[in-house]
């Protein structure tokens, strides 16, 4: 999987999750992209287990986790922390100037 294509991946589960403002943790194990949520049903399961990189989910009750399979998960894993922080950092930078 490309750098490209972990982006790709990142990109599309974020906003299935409810967003970076949703989002309270994020680290990963061997398979799983493991999350901590602010508000669990702005989760979009469904979509989620639609996405061809989803091998599945599963709640235990303190995170979300979101199955990715060994290897794509440490690709995927950065590059949905990096989309995270730059919606943080977008929305709290100060907006430019209208002319």
Do not use: W
Request: hydrophobic share 45%; net charge negative; aromatic share 2%.
């Amino acid at each position: 999987m490309t750098t490209d294509k972990n982006r790709a991946t990142a990109a599309a589960i974020l906003p299935l999750v409810g967003g970076p403002d949703n989002i309270t943790s994020i680290a990963h194990c061997m398979t799983r992209l493991r999350i901590s949520l602010r508000d669990r049903t702005l989760v979009q399961d469904e979509a989620l287990r639609a996405l061809p990189a989803v091998l599945g989910v599963v709640e235990d009750g303190t995170s979300y986790q979101i199955v990715l399979g060994p290897g794509a998960v440490a690709r995927v894993t950065p590059e949905f922390e990096a989309l995270v922080e730059e919606a943080r950092a977008a929305a709290t930078a100060p907006s430019a100037p209208s002319a």
